[in-house]
């Protein structure tokens, strides 16, 4: 896939606040890019550039080899949905959906064609005639959808399209769009603060903070291997700890020596352990093991959640664990339980502060 977007050294000031810092990062063509991080991060500031509905303080924009940077946003091709839908009330679904096209001055036939292919494509043929008002959230944001695409633009902005939502048409919709843009081909940045989203929608994912992109990557390699103590904690549930070097396969928690994969080269670190990946062990052939006395038991379906305070040389900490709710009924396994955990060495990941 060639590079269809590039975003580089881009700054933004708002007065003395800096809401961009050199931010650099290529889209390739049909790509499906994810831009993520709490509010406030600049996530929303930093596609309100692309689009030209902001100017940028400093640096450059390129669209299909074509410097973008000081063009207004009716001469850049993109398509943008917005999470009010932003839908024009005193029109129909058909009337919403041809406007951008009869700006450009299309014929009725192509016009009604296009809507028509649209209108099928997501599902919404029956209600070409209704009015806004007429429709449900879902409704509403796959018109929007459909009118971003109507002029077929080479780029579609999507920003944070789903949050006004509930969380079961949350998740419908956001397998529908993925398998829309899959289709189309058409390259995808979506703005969101939602981690679930990003992770089951993103072909790659730009985490921000602060200004700043934290990380960026596939979603399996910014869940698996974070580099920074805040993508390990943004992303997914974990644990963190700070631990002190003994060997360069060798820490120590809380006066607890623990057998470690990574390579350690700092002396004092952060590391990050994913709660799946903590298992509870009678056997003794298991490294680092540790007793504890779970806490609290949250019930998540078919996992359940266990806040374990373990018994660390020189202290105590909370530990928390997935188990499957399987496994916690056969073995009988409630509050103030005491049980084994392994915290195993491949699991242990050494991330940046």
């Not at 931010?23 to 709490?38: A, R, S």
């Amino acid at each position: 896939m060639e590079k269809y977007l590039s975003v580089k050294k881009v700054n933004k000031h708002f007065g003395k606040f800096q809401a961009l810092k050199d931010v650099n990062f290529d889209v390739k063509e049909g790509e499906f890019v994810c831009i993520l991080g709490p509010s406030g991060c600049g996530k929303t500031t930093l596609l309100r550039v692309i689009a030209g509905l902001e100017s940028q303080s400093e640096g450059e924009i390129n669209q299909n080899n074509k410097n973008i940077s000081q063009l207004p946003p009716d001469q850049r091709d993109f398509g943008i949905v917005f999470q009010s839908y932003a839908l024009f009330p005193n029109l129909t679904v058909k009337n919403n959906i041809s406007f951008g096209l009869k700006t450009r001055k299309q014929n009725r036939d192509a016009i009604d064609k296009r809507v028509d292919e649209l209108l099928n494509l997501v599902g919404l043929s029956d209600h070409i005639n209704k009015y806004s008002a007429q429709l449900s959230g879902g409704e509403q944001q796959r018109v929007a959808l459909a009118r971003a695409l109507a002029p077929s633009p080479g780029l579609l902005l999507l920003d944070e399209p789903l949050s006004a939502l509930d969380a079961k048409v949350r998740q419908h919709l956001r397998l529908e769009i993925k398998n829309l843009q899959r289709k189309l081909g058409v390259t995808t940045i979506m703005v969101t603060h939602d981690q679930e989203e990003a992770l089951t929608m993103a072909d790659r994912i730009i985490l921000m903070n602060k200004g700043v992109i934290e990380q960026e990557g596939s979603p399996q390699d910014i869940y698996s291997k974070p580099t920074t103590a805040f993508s390990a904690n943004f992303i997914g549930t974990t644990n963190l700890f700070k631990v002190k070097k003994i060997s360069s396969n060798s820490i120590e928690i809380h006066g607890s020596i623990l057998e470690c994969d990574d390579d350690i080269k700092d002396d004092v670190s952060t590391v990050t352990i994913r709660p799946e990946d903590i298992k509870i062990s009678d056997s003794e052939n298991n490294q680092n093991i540790f007793t504890g006395t779970v806490k609290e038991l949250e019930f998540l379906g078919s996992n359940i959640r266990g806040h374990i305070e373990v018994n660390f040389k020189s202290q105590t900490d909370i530990v928390i664990c997935n188990f499957a709710s399987e496994y916690i009924q056969y073995n009988n396994i409630q509050k103030d339980t005491q049980v084994n955990i392994s915290l195993q060495p491949h699991a242990i990941k050494i991330v940046k502060d």
